[in-house]
């Protein structure tokens, strides 16, 4: 893979439900916009990853009866290319060692983010989720690891105390936060508070 950009990724899985809702998945990946194509037949699997360049294969390991990485590897136009495996049901750590990475039906869409995306591009999808946060959630973020409950949060900022608790709901979904110690470690680490104000 050249940089850190991902152009193509091919899904090679019998179930147009599994397919498009992988497919779908990927649409919600932060900083990942490939074109993607689903196959449902081994030939046309083949045939595209030895005339183009194919970036990431998520298949299947029945695919085509029984989909082997190694001859998708010799007959692929990129030699780097990264094949994961499709997980519906409890696979073999011997079949888990032909991949380089498994995702299941179940994962979630961060999950999913940490198995796709390149290290170079989840370090900068980090930098860009904390840079989404507003003036205004910035101000909640200081005030809540000060200490403040939301009434007194919404009495400060003159807000609904219903407008601060969607604002904290808001934060955690931006931050992946959940807790206290993280926001409070977060806030320090972002200098959104000086460690002196924080109450220990």
């Given at each position: 893979?050249?940089?850190?950009?991902?152009?193509r990724i091919?899904?090679?899985?019998?179930?147009?439900?599994?397919?498009g809702?992988?497919?779908?998945a990927?649409?919600?990946?932060?900083?990942?916009?490939p074109?993607?194509n689903e196959?449902?037949?081994?030939?046309s699997?083949l045939?595209?990853?030895?005339?183009?360049?194919i970036?990431i294969?998520?298949?299947n390991?029945t695919?085509?009866g029984?989909?082997?990485?190694?001859?998708i590897?010799k007959?692929?136009l990129?030699?780097?290319?990264?094949i994961?495996?499709i997980e519906?049901?409890?696979?073999?750590?011997q079949t888990?060692?032909?991949y380089?990475?498994?995702?299941?039906?179940t994962?979630?869409?961060?999950t999913?983010?940490?198995?796709?995306?390149?290290?170079e591009?989840?370090?900068?999808?980090?930098?860009?989720?904390?840079?989404?946060?507003?003036?205004?959630?910035k101000?909640?973020?200081?005030?809540?690891?000060?200490?403040f409950?939301?009434?007194?949060i919404?009495?400060?900022?003159?807000l609904s105390i219903?407008?601060?608790i969607?604002?904290r709901r808001n934060i955690a979904k931006?931050l992946?936060?959940?807790?206290a110690?993280?926001?409070t470690?977060?806030?320090?680490?972002?200098?959104i508070?000086d460690l002196?104000?924080?109450?220990?």
């Open positions: 893979m050249a940089g850190t950009k991902i152009s091919i899904i090679a899985e019998n179930s147009p439900i599994i397919a809702g992988i497919n779908n990927l649409t919600k990946i932060t900083g990942l916009r074109k993607i196959v449902t037949n081994k030939a699997l045939d595209i990853v030895s005339s183009e360049e970036d294969l998520i298949a390991p695919f085509g029984l989909l082997h990485p190694d001859e590897r007959n692929s990129n030699s780097k290319i990264r994961i495996a519906l049901s409890k696979l073999s750590p888990l060692s032909l380089e990475d498994h995702i299941h039906v994962d979630d869409i961060s999913l983010s940490d198995k796709i995306l390149p290290p591009i989840l370090k900068n999808n980090t930098q860009e989720e904390k840079e989404t946060l507003s003036a205004r959630e101000e909640i973020v200081s005030l809540v690891v000060k200490g409950t939301n009434q007194e919404a009495d400060k900022l003159y219903h407008t601060v969607t604002h931006k992946e936060i959940h807790s110690t993280g926001l470690i977060y806030a320090i680490v972002n200098k508070v002196s104000e924080i109450k220990i």
